[in-house]
């Protein structure tokens, strides 16, 4: 146990004893306990593993490569479709946890093995991402604007991309690469100061 993360599970009003559980699971299977993003991490030789996190509705165990997992059991959520390589097995009550222990630890010790054979997740490129039309207009009609986006860390444009092409209408997607033009003309993403 890493007393750093102690704060977490002592702060939970609504999943106190399915957090304590999962940590229970997580440290049974030797891993190293770190505190990463506010949150418990469980770590295999530096390498992240598991990592418990809490929601309104649930608590979840979120495995890093969850995606390269066999899931046997058909137990892992995307959490979202833009979500690439994490994949969570949630829980509303400390009888779930229980009741799967050994499943739970039969999925921590297979993404350890995964991290032992050096696998990784193949990320999609961002050409592979969807480009709202509202903002392909934009670039159509900016040469300066065009080479601005070009310029920015694929992570940067990804995370325009994803914030663009979220909204269901067509109002907010234009409302949206309007407000952030300024910012992309300047050279900075999405959430940079």
């Not at 946890?97 to 032992?116: D, F, G, N, S, T």
């Not at 709202?132 to 694929?154: C, G, M, N, Q, V």
């Amino acid at each position: 146990m890493n007393s750093k993360a102690d704060f977490y599970f002592a702060d939970s009003q609504k999943w106190q004893r399915e957090l304590e559980q999962l940590r229970v699971i997580a440290l049974d299977c030797q891993l190293t306990e770190e505190l990463k993003w506010g949150s418990p991490c469980y770590t295999f030789q530096g390498n992240n593993i598991v990592l418990i996190h809490e929601f309104k509705e649930y608590c979840a165990f979120l495995f890093f490569k969850g995606v390269l997992l066999n899931d046997a059991a058909n137990i892992l959520v995307q959490q979202s479709k833009n979500v690439q390589s994490a994949r969570q097995i949630r829980f509303t009550n400390v009888e779930q946890i229980i009741e799967q222990q050994a499943i739970l630890k039969a999925y921590i010790y297979e993404a350890i093995e995964v991290e032992k054979a050096g696998l990784e997740v193949k990320f999609k490129t961002t050409e592979e991402f969807l480009v709202a039309e509202e903002f392909k207009i934009k670039l159509d009609e900016s040469a300066e604007l065009k080479t601005a986006f070009e310029a920015l860390t694929p992570g940067r444009q990804k995370a325009y991309l994803l914030h663009f092409s979220a909204p269901k209408q067509s109002k907010t997607r234009e409302s949206r690469v309007e407000k952030c033009i300024p910012q992309i003309l300047k050279g900075k993403g999405l959430n940079d100061l």
